[in-house]
C-alpha cells in the first residue's frame, strides 16, 4: 500500500506537497525512479514540516538507510535534514550516522528566522539526483522511523527537496569465512580429503568453495583424479 509516509507540521505552513495516496504524499514530478518521489517545497515563508515513516521497522544486524535525491534550496538559508526516532522516543539528526555519498552542504543562518537556523543540513543545489548512506548498525534491534524535515526563512523559495528509493537493509550477508588448512598436500593412494569452513557473523544462506590445483608430476587428470 502507499500508507508508508505522512507529513506532519512543525511551524507553520505544510512543505510536503499533496499528491497520490493515501495520504497524499506521493508526488509524480521528477522521480528517480517509478512513478513517484516524496517533495518538500522550499516554501517562500518561515515554515518547518516533516515527512515520516508511519510504521517502525526494526533495525537488521549491519542495517543501513539509503535514498536518492535531488534539492534546490536557498544555499545557507533553507535546507533539510534526516531525523530518526528510536522506539517512538525524541528525533535525532542523522548526521552522526554519515556513512557515504551526499552530506550537509552547510550551517543554516541562525538569524534568519529559519526554524533548523544553525544546524547542519542539505542545502544549495545538488544539480541532480544523489545518493547518501546511513550506518545503522549501532541501532541493530531497534524499532525504528525515519524522517525527511524541510524548513526554510521568510524570503526567497526554491525548489526544495525530491527523495525517492528509500531503503533500509542489511549489508552483513556474508559474514567472515575460516578454511581449516588453506593447502592440502596428496597422493594417488588418497580416497579422500576434508575441508571445514567456519561463518562467523553474516545471514544464512549457502558458501561456495573455490579451489586450485597444483599438479607437480604431471600425472592427474582433471574430473578423473580430482
Given at each position: 500500500?502507499?500508507?508508508?509516509?505522512?507529513?506532519?507540521?512543525?511551524?507553520?505552513?505544510?512543505?510536503?506537497?499533496?499528491?497520490?495516496?493515501?495520504?497524499?504524499?506521493?508526488?509524480?514530478?521528477?522521480?528517480?525512479?517509478?512513478?513517484?518521489?516524496?517533495?518538500?517545497?522550499?516554501?517562500?515563508?518561515?515554515?518547518?514540516?516533516?515527512?515520516?515513516?508511519?510504521?517502525?521497522?526494526?533495525?537488521?544486524?549491519?542495517?543501513?538507510?539509503?535514498?536518492?535525491?535531488?534539492?534546490?534550496?536557498?544555499?545557507?538559508?533553507?535546507?533539510?535534514?534526516?531525523?530518526?526516532?528510536?522506539?517512538?522516543?525524541?528525533?535525532?539528526?542523522?548526521?552522526?550516522?554519515?556513512?557515504?555519498?551526499?552530506?550537509?552542504?552547510?550551517?543554516?543562518?541562525?538569524?534568519?528566522?529559519?526554524?533548523?537556523?544553525?544546524?547542519?543540513?542539505?542545502?544549495?543545489?545538488?544539480?541532480?539526483?544523489?545518493?547518501?548512506?546511513?550506518?545503522?548498525?549501532?541501532?541493530?534491534?531497534?524499532?525504528?522511523?525515519?524522517?525527511?524535515?524541510?524548513?526554510?526563512?521568510?524570503?526567497?523559495?526554491y525548489e526544495g527537496w525530491f527523495i525517492d528509493d528509500v531503503q533500509i537493509y542489511n549489508c552483513d550477508i556474508a559474514?567472515?569465512?575460516?578454511?581449516?588448512?588453506?593447502?592440502?598436500?596428496?597422493?594417488?593412494?588418497?580416497?579422500?580429503?576434508?575441508?571445514?569452513?567456519?561463518?562467523?557473523?553474516?545471514?544464512?544462506?549457502?558458501?561456495?568453495?573455490?579451489?586450485?590445483?597444483?599438479?607437480?608430476?604431471?600425472?592427474?587428470?582433471?574430473?578423473?583424479?580430482?
Amino acid at each position: 500500500g502507499t500508507d508508508v509516509w505522512a507529513s506532519s507540521v512543525i511551524a507553520g505552513a505544510n512543505a510536503w506537497r499533496p499528491g497520490a495516496g493515501v495520504p497524499d504524499v506521493y508526488f509524480p514530478n521528477m522521480p528517480s525512479s517509478g512513478q513517484y518521489s516524496l517533495w518538500g517545497l522550499s516554501i517562500a515563508g518561515p515554515s518547518d514540516s516533516a515527512v515520516a515513516m508511519v510504521r517502525a521497522v526494526v533495525v537488521p544486524p549491519g542495517g543501513r538507510l539509503q535514498f536518492k535525491h535531488y534539492y534546490a534550496f536557498e544555499e545557507g538559508r533553507d535546507g533539510g535534514v534526516v531525523e530518526y526516532s528510536v522506539d517512538n522516543g525524541p528525533w535525532q539528526d542523522a548526521a552522526p550516522l554519515y556513512l557515504a555519498g551526499a552530506s550537509y552542504g552547510a550551517v543554516l543562518a541562525s538569524d534568519s528566522g529559519n526554524p533548523l537556523g544553525g544546524r547542519s543540513a542539505f542545502t544549495g543545489f545538488s544539480g541532480h539526483y544523489v545518493s547518501t548512506q546511513y550506518d545503522l548498525s549501532s541501532l541493530e534491534g531497534s524499532r525504528i522511523r525515519v524522517r525527511f524535515r524541510v524548513a526554510s526563512d521568510s524570503s526567497t523559495g526554491y525548489e526544495g527537496w525530491f527523495i525517492d528509493d528509500v531503503q533500509i537493509y542489511n549489508c552483513d550477508i556474508a559474514g567472515d569465512f575460516q578454511l581449516t588448512t588453506s593447502a592440502v598436500t596428496v597422493a594417488e593412494a588418497t580416497p579422500q580429503i576434508k575441508l571445514t569452513v567456519t561463518r562467523t557473523g553474516g545471514l544464512a544462506g549457502g558458501a561456495v568453495l573455490s579451489y586450485g590445483t597444483n599438479d607437480g608430476t604431471g600425472t592427474a587428470t582433471a574430473g578423473l583424479d580430482y
